[in-house]
Nanobody, 126 residues
Framework: QVQLVESGGGLVQAGGSLRLSCVAS????????MGWFRQGPGKEREFVAA????????YYADSVKGRFTISKDNAKNMVYLQMNSLKPEDSAAYYC???????????????????WGQGTQVTVSS
């Protein structure tokens, strides 16, 4: 089992920045592909960003491309989501997800992930 715990959410004004962190414990982290998803009130969970186990490839939803950056530090068992130029429509609960995957594939569907954190809330005021 892998346990994922997110942090870094909060309230920020539009145009501001936040960095979300997700720490993994329970198993060696190196082989895990990771992703970030979000779910706003009354909305379905949606893909935000993903990174391969090595960190060599990343992929972003069109809505966040150019504003968000996902990164992974295998030595620290951490994955990050740097969010810049935040908009009110970015407000949501953000979840990190992981799957053991020693491939070059970037996993963009929530059904592809085995492990999930409890979420951290991001609220962007206008």
């Amino acid at each position: 089992q892998v346990q994922l715990v997110e942090s870094g959410g909060g309230l920020v004004q539009a145009g501001g920045s936040l960095r979300l962190s997700c720490v993994a414990s329970g198993r060696p982290f190196n082989g895990y592909a990771m992703g970030w998803f979000r779910q706003g009130p009354g909305k379905e969970r949606e893909f935000v960003a993903a990174i391969t186990w090595s960190g060599g490839s990343t992929y972003y939803a069109d809505s966040v491309k150019g504003r968000f950056t996902i990164s992974k530090d295998n030595a620290k068992n951490m994955v990050y989501l740097q969010m810049n130029s935040l908009k009110p429509e970015d407000s949501a609960a953000y979840y990190c997800a992981g799957r053991l995957s020693y491939t070059r594939l970037v996993l963009t569907s929530d059904g592809q992930y085995d492990y999930w954190g409890q979420g951290t809330q991001v609220t962007v005021s206008s």
